[in-house]
């Protein structure tokens, strides 16, 4: 309770959306990246595709899941800030890697398009409050 009051707080832009849509567009796209990361991996895991193509696959699952515990739990938006910043970069490179690496595996940059968007939607708003609250 103690981190939705903090949250509840802070001062948002007017486009921000209700808090309830974060959860609901989450588990969509968590289905989304379960699917299409865990085929990448497979694929990287059977040595159908090298190695190297699953390295921005993994470090954007590493930085999409510290945002929260940096957020909410360290409640410092800058860090958010920064870490959504390298979410967005490393899903770019992950899109960019796997459309060269692996033609037959192109739907899955199709299938992100919604996570991208989302997630570059999210940057922009992280970054207005951490700056409307600096």
Avoid: C
């Amino acid at each position: 309770m103690e981190t939705y009051s903090w949250y509840s707080q802070l001062i948002k832009p007017t486009w921000a959306p209700p808090s309830w849509l974060f959860g609901l567009v989450w588990t969509v796209l968590y289905a989304i990246i379960a699917v299409t990361f865990g085929t990448v991996f497979y694929k990287v895991f059977t040595k159908q595709n090298p190695w190297i193509v699953a390295v921005p696959f993994a470090l954007n699952l590493f930085f999409n899941f510290a945002f929260t515990p940096i957020q909410f739990g360290l409640k410092n938006n800058l860090l958010a800030s920064i870490d959504i910043l390298l979410v967005i970069g490393t899903l770019v490179w992950a899109l960019i890697a796997i459309w060269h690496a692996s033609p037959e595996l192109r739907w899955v940059v199709y299938a992100n398009i919604p996570y991208l968007l989302w997630g570059i939607f999210a940057t922009f708003l992280q970054l207005t409050i951490t700056f409307l609250n600096r």
